[in-house]
């Protein structure tokens, strides 16, 4: 089962705005995590925020977290056609030390 | 360190036929997952491994799924009997352990059974 779930699922900007995606999730967490995949390829790991943070920076991304609504947000600024992929977060959920993923938002970056 | 690494990249299979992925996570990582991703679907939990103990399972692993970490390094997942809905992309990740920790995927195992 998906814990979490992505808002929204697809999103088409152009290149220089920023994008902005939600994530919600269910239980308690210790930490939340952000991914990157590229069509038919792997994972790669953008940031993690810990249950204790509200906000976490890292080059064009930046992250927020809010557990009383249990929720994240991910924005990228300054978006480049390179960013073009789907984002997925990810529940570090407490008691169990398995990462439980969203459903993803689809980002399109237009040149 | 070159990653988490993931053997074969593709699998075409046979259904009835039976199959096995490696993973190789990055060194030292003490903790070793096994996710299944199907298509527009975000990864699904499989099994995670504490060195060489695997502490859980999800329900998704039925009795023709087994993964195994011998020694604690290297870790293999065999289908038996495929399946047309075992078609999916198989990934596994690495962390080091400890609360607060990143997970590293490897490239997946795409596993087509035809």
């Known amino acids: 089962s998906q814990q979490g779930e992505e808002d929204p699922q697809a999103l088409s900007i152009q290149e220089g705005e920023n994008a902005t995606m939600n994530c919600s999730y269910k239980t308690s967490i210790n930490n939340l995590q952000w991914y990157r995949q590229n069509s038919g390829r792997g994972l790669v790991h953008l940031i993690l925020i810990r249950s204790n943070e509200r906000e976490k920076h890292s080059g064009r991304l930046r992250v927020t977290l809010d557990t009383s609504k249990k929720s994240s947000s991910l924005l990228i600024t300054a978006s480049r056609a390179a960013d073009t992929a789907s984002y997925f977060c990810a529940t570090d959920v407490s008691g169990t030390y398995k990462y439980i993923f969203g459903t993803g938002t689809r980002l399109k970056v237009l040149a | 360190d070159t990653g988490v690494s993931q053997d074969p990249r593709h699998k075409i299979t046979k259904r009835g036929q039976n199959v096995t992925f490696r993973c190789d996570p990055i060194?030292?990582?003490?903790?070793l997952y096994w996710y299944r991703q199907t298509l527009g679907q975000g990864p699904e939990f499989l099994t995670y491994?504490?060195?060489?103990?695997?502490?859980?399972k999800s329900r998704l692993l039925s009795d023709r799924f087994s993964a195994e970490r011998p020694k604690g390094s290297f870790s293999t997942l065999e289908i038996q009997r495929t399946e047309q809905g075992d078609s999916a992309m198989y990934l596994c990740?690495?962390?080091?352990?400890?609360?607060?920790?990143?997970?590293?995927f490897g490239q997946g195992t795409r596993l087509t059974v035809v």
């Open positions: 491994f504490q060195n060489e103990a695997q502490l859980e």
């Open positions: 060194s030292e990582h003490n903790r």
């Open positions: 990740a690495s962390s080091p352990g400890g609360r607060g920790t990143e997970a590293f």
